[in-house]
């Protein structure tokens, strides 16, 4: 799988919009962006996941530059709750075999502030 | 749906003992996955079976730990003896057949002194 790049923390004040960057210059042309957070003292819990377009749904967007070498996810208002470590994971989609695999790297620690 | 159901939620131990971490998956979920989470080494998949088959097992760390899942419903992880070294926090997590989506328990925190 693809190594990911992202920033070790972010913050970001409450109501406004947290943009997360991550890079993947090495993804493959099979290889999907997911992205997961951990929210303190909680399992990881999936936010999205996206091959090509853009994506969005209850959660939040996925924006997917054209060369696909980097991705964004977007959180419109940032909540307090929203506080969590996010990781960008990138890995080939889940076909049997062995693409099972979630590689979590460090994520980015994103603090909304109130 | 009550989600991944994991037991204990906090364990404490000697060094020696047996322990043995219970995970419940989503219903009908039918992939199960173990991991550990510690602060050296982030989050790492320790085990994934596959309608109730160990499919990978590479991520286990030594003999002293064994996983089994005897029907649909229910795993076990066990760590026989325990170290300090293996105080973690243990997650589980299940995926429906064919989704991209794995859901995550709410993980046992063990400490081993």
């Known amino acids: 799988d693809a190594k990911t790049t992202q920033p070790p923390s972010m913050d970001c004040a409450e109501g406004r919009a947290a943009n997360l960057p991550c890079n993947h210059s090495?993804?493959?042309?099979?290889?999907?962006v997911y992205w997961y957070r951990q929210i303190h003292s909680q399992g990881p819990q999936y936010i999205i996941h996206?091959?090509?377009n853009n994506e969005t749904n209850e959660m939040a967007s996925l924006i997917i530059t054209e060369d696909r070498k980097s991705s964004t996810l977007i959180l419109p208002h940032a909540t307090l709750r929203d506080t969590a470590v996010y990781y960008c994971?990138?890995?080939?989609?889940?076909?049997?075999?062995?693409?099972?695999?979630?590689?979590f790297g460090k994520g980015t620690l994103l603090t909304v502030n109130p | 749906d009550a989600g991944v159901i994991q037991s204990p939620r906090h364990e404490v131990t000697e060094m020696g003992q047996e322990v043995t971490l219970r995970c419940k998956p989503i219903?009908?979920?039918?992939?199960l996955f173990w991991y550990r989470q510690t602060m050296m080494r982030g989050l790492e998949l320790l085990i994934y079976?596959?309608?109730?088959?160990?499919?990978?097992d590479s991520g286990m760390p030594e003999d002293r730990f064994s996983a089994k899942m005897p029907n649909a419903s229910f795993s076990t992880l066990k760590i026989q003896p325990s170290e300090p070294r293996d105080s973690a926090v243990y997650f589980c997590?299940?995926?429906?057949?064919?989704?991209?989506?794995?859901?995550f328990g709410p993980g046992t925190r063990l400490l081993v002194l």
């Open positions: 079976f596959n309608n109730n088959v160990p499919i990978d």
């Open positions: 090495t993804i493959s042309g099979n290889e999907y």
């Open positions: 994971i990138v890995r080939v989609a889940n076909s049997g075999g062995s693409n099972y695999k979630l590689t």
């Open positions: 219903s009908g979920h039918n992939s």
């Open positions: 997590a299940s995926s429906f057949p064919g989704t991209e989506t794995q859901y």
């Open positions: 996206g091959l090509k």
